[in-house]
């Protein structure tokens, strides 16, 4: 896919995921080092009695498909040659900041552009390059308490909470993939170098989806309410753990012949009127069978009798989306990943997360794993090698006029897809020129238009911010698909189209005769990506739901919580605001590469699968180290103090994160109950945490 770039990673373990997956599409990632390696190489969770230069699990699971080199730019003159060498053959340079990897390393933003007027330069930071935030240091807690995420998670009687595994920098990092790729398509329409300015607070707020503008929208926030969906309790215990399940009389009648075999309700269950039980969900004055409260009693006496894999394996059986809160072990044992063939495996027999994205089974693979992780200054020689005949650098052929200088203008999309994920990738494009045409059916409209905020907080189809936060920048398109004329101009939208996203569970395209197969026929160049919860093979591939089920099997629910409390899970549909940044990183690429040879191509992306990169390091932990990572509320596992520490006023909230003894030693000169002199090492702080 990426084949013909060349990728400099300058990145520290802020945002080293990116070049990692534009590493997985082909292009060659170069690995800039300092003769002592990046911090990122010693960077939590690390294998336990290994201190060497792979001892970070983090750094193995963020630098596969990646080549080392070391530059001493202070000890060795030569090497600052080399380095402008290496600027002037690249196609993009990634850089954490504050400090400035690359300022570093001797060279300036804007000496990078003199060397290299094509370069895409990403600046990857907490607060972003500019601002009355710029330069201020950030980690995990505090950008994801300033970001906004922080303060939707956890019962409302605590503190705003964090998931107790970091997420901040690979959001971040997954962003900067899917913005580079942005910014070089922008690049070739202007012939111009491009810098990409990266907040990782601006990222994370992205996170929230439909709070991040409901004050706006309707005139108040959302406000964190534990495991509750809509006011409802959706994480249930059962013999061996939790189980995610919304009470809606979908799944409860899915289940009803089951839960009067147990007894826990009798045969006239069958005859009460389960419309009304929805209803009343909606509005307290419509009289039901049950209210939720007894419902969610009824159901919880019914799970605690079954064990997770009882409950989700009839819920697949039986198309009722039961989906277990999954730990480590679970996920490595689970079938459905093992027959997509999804895990690659080390030497030693320990698993990591593979391939995010992949083509139909008689296709070229569109990814690949060529190398693991490399040893510090591993490629070297080769590379300095290779810099003594000039590379051969993709040229651009500027394109656009001045009024159309906008990366995707030109491509045309058509949107098939509803809810989140697809509908958040195609406005990557639309945001960006691309002509998107987003499909719907008023016999089964978007389920967002039910959902708030709503203007004004009056409920329409046409008010739900929800919606139109995932669709700006697109045009509407109603079809009625199980009509002939409705499938006619469908297929006619394919015919026009570049990209066609759609996100039904797999086969209802087949059964409307738009499959891949088909819609080759129609337009064989088009890039057709189809990103479901589990992807279109597996045994578990008919599951169908939403981010909060996939966030559940992938573990993120039991790592988000208090340790006293069932899981709180992350807010709202969290997958969600992870896999459109595979996706989008996905189709810029295709649509590279069919720019560069007419080839179109078929796209199997499943947000499970994409998802469980945010917890690689943690897999791998549990396996090379034995430990079972769960919710530890807003602590570090590896520095204190960490918490979100109650202010004066209701509900608000300061989160302080102490990363080393030099800020545990300025924080006690400000907070006069504190003695930095006394046990002032990292270890008594954790032991000691709560005193």
């Given amino acids: 896919m990426l084949e013909p770039y060349r990728v400099l990673d300058l990145t520290d373990e802020r945002g080293e995921l990116g070049p990692m997956l534009l590493g997985d599409l082909g292009a060659d990632v170069i690995r800039v080092e300092s003769p002592a390696g990046t911090s990122a190489r010693r960077n939590h969770p690390l294998a336990d009695g290994d201190s060497g230069e792979l001892a970070s699990l983090s750094f193995r699971a963020f630098n596969r498909n990646k080549r080392s080199i ?103 990092g997954a962003e900067a993939a899917a913005s580079a790729l942005v910014a070089h398509a922008r690049m070739r329409r202007t012939g111009d170098a491009q810098f990409v300015d990266l907040s990782a607070q601006c990222v994370m707020t992205w996170t929230m989806l439909q709070a991040m503008g409901a004050h706006a929208i309707q005139g108040f926030d959302f406000e964190r309410d534990g495991s509750r969906m809509i006011g409802v309790e959706i994480v249930h215990a059962c013999a061996d753990g939790h189980i995610i399940a919304l009470p809606m009389s979908r799944v409860i009648q899915g289940l009803l012949d089951w839960m009067i075999a147990d007894g826990v309700l009798d045969s006239s269950a069958r005859e009460a009127d389960w419309e009304a039980f929805d209803q009343s969900l909606r509005d307290p004055t419509v009289e039901a069978p049950w209210s939720m409260a007894e419902m969610v009693a009824l159901l919880r006496a019914f799970f605690a009798r079954h064990t997770k894999r009882e409950l989700f394996d009839f819920g697949i059986e039986h198309g009722i989306t039961l989906a277990p809160v999954g730990t480590m072990s679970e996920l490595l044992g689970l079938e459905h990943l093992a027959a997509r063939g999804y895990w690659r495996e080390f030497a030693s027999g320990d ?21 693991e992780a490399p040893a510090l200054d591993a490629d070297g020689t080769e590379i300095r090698e290779s810099l003594r005949s000039a590379r051969v650098r993709p040229q651009p052929t500027p394109e656009a006029n001045e009024g159309d200088r906008l990366p995707f203008a030109g491509i045309k999309v058509a949107d098939f897809a509803w809810v989140g994920v697809g509908p958040i990738s195609s406005k990557y494009l639309a945001d960006h020129g ?232 300025a924080l006690c000169a400000n907070v006069p109950d504190l003695d930095a002199g006394a046990n002032p090492a990292n270890a008594y702080r954790l032991s000691a945490h709560d005193e």
């Fill in 70 to 172: 070391v530059l001493d730019v202070d000890g060795a003159p030569a090497d600052r040659d080399v380095l402008r060498q290496l600027i002037a053959s690249a196609d993009f340079l990634f850089e954490s900041s504050p400090p400035s990897t690359l300022e570093a390393l001797g060279i300036t933003p804007a000496e990078a552009r003199t060397i290299n007027p094509l370069i895409v330069h990403v600046r990857i930071s907490p607060f972003g390059n500019d601002g009355p935030r710029a330069g201020d240091l950030g980690n995990d807690l505090v950008v994801a308490a300033l970001g906004g995420p922080m303060s939707l998670q956890g019962p409302r009687e605590r503190a705003p909470l964090r998931i107790s595994v970091p997420q901040v920098w690979r959001h971040t």
């Fill in 351 to 371: 698993k990591a997360p593979g391939l995010w994205a992949r083509s139909g089974p008689a296709a070229a693979a569109l990814l690949s794993v060529r190398r």
């Fill in 434 to 665: 691309a002509t998107v045409v987003r499909v719907e059916s008023e016999n089964r409209p978007d389920v967002l238009r039910g959902g708030p905020p709503f203007k004004d907080n009056v409920p329409g189809w046409n008010r739900s911010q929800f919606y139109g936060d995932f669709n700006t920048s697109k045009l509407g398109l109603a079809l009625d698909m199980k009509r002939d004329e409705g499938l006619a101009v469908a297929k006619r939208l394919i015919a026009w189209a570049d990209v066609m996203v759609e996100s039904f569970a797999p086969g209802a395209m087949q059964r409307m005769g738009l499959d891949y197969a088909e819609v080759r026929k129609l337009n064989p160049g088009i890039i057709m990506v189809s990103t479901c919860l589990m992807g279109q093979t597996g045994p578990a591939r008919a599951m169908a739901g939403y981010g909060y089920h996939a966030a559940a099997i992938a573990g993120f629910y039991e790592v988000t919580g208090w340790p006293d409390m069932a899981p709180s899970g992350p807010w709202t549909a969290y997958t969600d605001t992870i896999a459109p940044r595979f996706v989008s990183t996905m189709i810029a690429a295709a649509l590279d590469r069919k720019r560069r040879t007419g080839e179109g191509c078929f796209i199997d992306l499943a947000q499970l699968e994409a998802s469980l990169h945010f917890l690689a390091p943690e897999i791998l932990d549990h396996q090379v180290n034995g430990r079972s990572v769960t919710r530890i509320g807003n602590r570090s596992r590896f520095t204190a103090p960490q918490g979100a520490y109650r202010c004066a006023g209701e509900d608000e909230w300061v989160a302080i994160a102490v990363e080393s003894d030099e800020q545990w030693r």
